[in-house]
């Protein structure tokens, strides 16, 4: 799949992508582990240590956990609008130097929090600038590799998520439980200053960079797209169906993953169905499990839509074949929240995962196919604002409904979503027609 006749630099730009993703990761979950920590627990209620925690304090806390979640959430669905704007503004380079800048901040700062309100605007923070992540990535990736290449390049970039879980899982637990709580946010927060340096040493625009021969500039550039002068808004790209497409594969998906990363910690903690329950010291292997099984949906299914095209296929009907591939390979989570074998469990989440980002890549990449270069802060600003909305909307209320009805309706409400939009992204845009702007 990989083209390196032309040579292999545009690589090391998805390399230096899937870093920053990893770390972006990493610094967003730390909190789905600490939330299963007594210690925090008690601090984040008011009270004293050593203090039992009744039933009636767990479920107050899961409801508050609840709002600091979406505290999150509103920060990066407004963080992307104003992200989007400013990467095509000042340049993918300096955009993202200032996203990393201050959610690294905040991630430093989370660990220095002695109430739930202090917890919520240091997560608002931190929403705020990993909001850049995405719209960074994916326009760096527009900027670095042909159409053909870009699913593909997105499914490698993209995994880096899951690797973030991955680290997560294993290094927060530990640093927790033998240094506190707040050192795993501060220890994991100072690790976006490194992807800071890497990415200002690294990255250019092709035509910019002195690294880049001329063969794989031609390469990069053989599918490039006429561009205009003309300013383009946000009401502008409103009024293009394509861009309700991706904001509607965004609204519907994106907040299932971020349930998946914020909840699944308590689910292996508390359900009530599963006959064996997890902490803090055995929590780490589940967690191994789902995201290298993610790690490799993210880049099977990124691949199996561009190979289908290299092979004939139209792009219409290659990513959304691929995309419908994912939904189905989604609804039998819902079994998840009734078995009571915790290895049932991990498998179906894992599937799950996997076509999540499997989905992502390619919901990400159609924005790609249909928007040129110029918009494409803009339009993921705005598609990941409908996803990160979708996402407040649904992590306001899952405390709530954890606490008053378990995890089925919140695992049938994840099961069914990928199907229901994959169907208005059809109805939106049919053929995946590129838009002139």
């Not at 003309?230 to 502008?236: F, H, P, V």
Request: aromatic share 14%; net charge positive.
């Amino acid at each position: 799949m990989l083209n390196t006749s032309a040579g292999n630099y545009r690589w090391r730009i998805c390399a230096v992508l899937f870093f920053a993703t990893t770390v972006n990761y990493i610094d967003r979950n730390v909190l789905s582990f600490t939330m299963i920590d007594e210690v925090f627990r008690r601090e984040m209620l008011g009270l004293p240590e050593g203090a039992p925690l009744t039933d009636a304090h767990l479920a107050r806390f899961k409801e508050l956990m609840g709002f600091v979640d979406a505290a999150f959430k509103l920060a990066y669905a407004i963080g992307f609008l104003l992200m989007g704007y400013v990467i095509d503004k000042l340049g993918t380079r300096k955009g993202f130097s200032l996203a990393i800048t201050v959610w690294s901040i905040a991630g430093v700062l989370n660990g220095f929090t002695n109430s739930v309100k202090q917890l919520s605007l240091t997560r608002f923070m931190l929403g705020l600038g990993e909001a850049g992540n995405f719209p960074s990535a994916i326009k760096s990736v527009a900027e670095w590799f042909p159409k053909k290449e870009r699913a593909f390049a997105t499914g490698l970039f993209n995994a880096g998520a899951n690797i973030g879980v991955i680290v997560t899982a294993l290094a927060v637990p530990f640093i927790t439980i033998h240094y506190g709580w707040r050192m795993s946010f501060i220890v994991t927060g100072l690790l976006g200053f490194a992807v800071l340096i890497v990415w200002r040493m690294v990255y250019r625009k092709p035509e910019e960079h002195p690294q880049l021969s001329n063969t794989e500039l031609d390469y990069i550039l053989s599918d490039k797209e006429e561009t205009t002068e003309e300013k383009t808004t946000w009401w502008k790209l409103l009024r293009h169906r394509q861009t309700w497409a991706f904001a509607a594969g965004k609204f519907l998906a994106d907040p299932i993953w971020y349930f998946y990363l914020t909840w699944l910690p308590d689910f292996f903690n508390s359900s009530e169905s599963l006959e064996e329950k997890l902490d803090l010291k055995n929590i780490g292997i589940p967690f191994i499990i789902i995201y290298l099984v993610s790690d490799a949906g993210s880049v099977f299914f990124g691949w199996l839509s561009s190979k289908l095209i290299q092979q004939g296929w139209s792009v219409n009907k290659a990513r959304k074949f691929t995309m419908l591939l994912c939904a189905l390979c989604v609804l039998p989570i819902v079994f998840a929240s009734v078995t009571k074998s915790i290895y049932v469990a991990v498998a179906l989440i894992a599937l799950a995962a996997a076509a999540h980002q499997g989905w992502s890549a390619n919901v990400f990449t159609i924005a790609s196919d249909m928007f040129p270069k110029k918009t494409l802060g803009k339009v993921v600003g705005i598609g990941s604002m409908f996803g990160a909305t979708g996402g407040v909307l649904f992590a306001a209320s899952t405390g709530i409904i954890r606490v008053q009805f378990g995890y089925v309706p919140l695992f049938v409400i994840a099961g069914s979503a990928y199907l229901l939009a994959l169907l208005i992204v059809h109805l939106l845009a049919p053929n995946l027609k590129k838009v002139e702007v």
